[in-house]
């Protein structure tokens, strides 16, 4: 049976899931149609065909329930569709657990899926660490090379391409607009467990000392805590800036309402973010990357190609978003200069 031995562990380390989920409530409460596939497949948008008619059997592992990565999965799943694939999709979320994503992995190995699709570093990297014979594709990854999971990005090498979430444009933009704007200080929330994120803060802490600004950073470990840590650098910064870090995005909300008390503007690194109520961000859509993951999946499984060959990518069309409502939360005047910048002019999205 699927995913038998994810249930039993997920079952025993209940209160570890809870601690870990961006929303604790919810994630708690859909632990069981998650172990089934049912409620992951939901959020992605699209279930695919059952086995018995799929020509193909692919390996979904989500480490958190969040838009950004639920866009990536749907991306990923119509690319396959579009080309006229016949797949059945095995979906597992993570809730936020490396562990579980090492045990989501262990069991797409022993059903011995046709492919993995590994939308995060530490669900990529679980993967890898699993199996040299499956193909491997990533997307949500910051820094492929720097998390091991390919040598480099022309030739990624063994079983392993995918698409980053990293522009390189995307940091100096950002602060240069925070520098723009007359701030001093750049406050950092970030999982020190996650790869990607110790990566994104040390480019933006670099680039900040560029500009003279200063930075302050806060580290947690689960989603809960990340109301507490954006309390405690509200008080010594005038900006917040939300790397791509899963734990810190989904539980994005408790930031949001400790910086609309402080009228300290909230920075992202993704589009999402901004209509769910950041100020503003520099980002792409992250149903973009997905799609072109599942572009290079269609060649791997259709056309027989060596996913080592393939070359991975970072993602195109880099965009400024703000958000009006935001703006008016965090107490930032809306400028011309400032409308003139964005690419697009967003609300807060209802029921975000």
Same mark, same amino acid.
């Given at each position: 049976m699927k995913r038998l031995l994810l249930m039993v562990v997920m079952i025993s380390t209940l209160s570890l899931i809870v601690a870990c989920g961006g929303d604790s409530e919810s994630n708690s409460d859909s632990s069981d149609s998650e172990s089934n596939g049912s409620s992951s497949e939901e959020s992605s948008g699209n279930s695919g065909v059952s086995e018995e008619e799929a020509d193909y059997v692919v390996g979904v592992s989500q480490i958190v329930e969040h838009p950004s990565l639920d866009r990536a999965t749907e991306g990923f799943q119509d690319a396959l569709d579009e080309a006229g694939l016949k797949v059945s999709y095995d979906v597992s979320l993570a809730q936020g657990d490396n562990q579980n994503a090492q045990l989501i992995a262990e069991q797409f190995v022993s059903d011995e899926v046709d492919l993995i699709f590994g939308n995060s570093t530490p669900s990529a990297q679980s993967a890898v660490n699993e199996t040299s014979d499956i193909p491997i594709v990533f997307t949500s990854v910051t820094d492929p090379v720097g998390s091991e999971l390919v040598e480099s990005m022309d030739n990624p090498g063994g079983n392993v391409t995918g698409t980053a979430d990293s522009h390189p444009e995307s940091v100096p933009k950002t602060v240069e607009l925070i520098k723009d704007m007359g701030k001093e200080s750049i406050g950092l929330i970030y999982n020190s467990g996650e790869q990607n994120s110790v990566t994104q803060v040390e480019n933006v802490k670099s680039v900040a000392s560029e500009h003279d600004l200063t930075t302050e950073e806060a580290t947690v470990s689960s989603s809960s805590e990340v109301m507490q840590a954006a309390q405690s650098l509200?008080?010594?910064?005038?900006?917040?800036?939300?790397?791509?870090?899963?734990?810190?995005?989904? *539980?994005?909300?408790?930031?949001?309402?400790?910086?609309?008390?402080?009228?300290?503007p909230v920075f992202s690194s993704e589009l999402d973010s901004v209509s769910r109520g950041a100020f503003a961000g520099f980002g792409f859509d992250y149903y973009d990357i997905g799609f072109e993951a599942g572009?290079?999946?269609?060649?791997?499984?259709?056309?027989?190609?060596?996913?080592?060959?393939?070359?991975? !990518?970072?993602?195109? !069309?880099?965009?400024?978003?703000?958000?009006?409502? *935001?703006?008016?939360?965090?107490?930032?005047?809306?400028?011309?200069?400032?409308?003139?910048?964005?690419?697009?002019?967003?609300?807060?999205?209802?029921?975000?």
């Amino acid at each position: 049976m699927k995913r038998l031995l994810l249930m039993v562990v997920m079952i025993s380390t209940l209160s570890l899931i809870v601690a870990c989920g961006g929303d604790s409530e919810s994630n708690s409460d859909s632990s069981d149609s998650e172990s089934n596939g049912s409620s992951s497949e939901e959020s992605s948008g699209n279930s695919g065909v059952s086995e018995e008619e799929a020509d193909y059997v692919v390996g979904v592992s989500q480490i958190v329930e969040h838009p950004s990565l639920d866009r990536a999965t749907e991306g990923f799943q119509d690319a396959l569709d579009e080309a006229g694939l016949k797949v059945s999709y095995d979906v597992s979320l993570a809730q936020g657990d490396n562990q579980n994503a090492q045990l989501i992995a262990e069991q797409f190995v022993s059903d011995e899926v046709d492919l993995i699709f590994g939308n995060s570093t530490p669900s990529a990297q679980s993967a890898v660490n699993e199996t040299s014979d499956i193909p491997i594709v990533f997307t949500s990854v910051t820094d492929p090379v720097g998390s091991e999971l390919v040598e480099s990005m022309d030739n990624p090498g063994g079983n392993v391409t995918g698409t980053a979430d990293s522009h390189p444009e995307s940091v100096p933009k950002t602060v240069e607009l925070i520098k723009d704007m007359g701030k001093e200080s750049i406050g950092l929330i970030y999982n020190s467990g996650e790869q990607n994120s110790v990566t994104q803060v040390e480019n933006v802490k670099s680039v900040a000392s560029e500009h003279d600004l200063t930075t302050e950073e806060a580290t947690v470990s689960s989603s809960s805590e990340v109301m507490q840590a954006a309390q405690s650098l509200a008080g010594d910064v005038d900006t917040f800036l939300i790397v791509t870090d899963n734990t810190v995005v989904s *539980a994005l909300e408790s930031v949001l309402s400790v910086a609309q008390e402080n009228d300290v503007p909230v920075f992202s690194s993704e589009l999402d973010s901004v209509s769910r109520g950041a100020f503003a961000g520099f980002g792409f859509d992250y149903y973009d990357i997905g799609f072109e993951a599942g572009e290079k999946a269609v060649q791997i499984l259709e056309d027989g190609a060596n996913p080592g060959d393939i070359e991975a !990518n970072y993602p195109q !069309n880099l965009k400024l978003h703000i958000n009006e409502d *935001a703006a008016s939360e965090m107490g930032v005047e809306l400028t011309d200069d400032l409308e003139e910048r964005a690419a697009e002019i967003v609300s807060t999205e209802e029921g975000e």
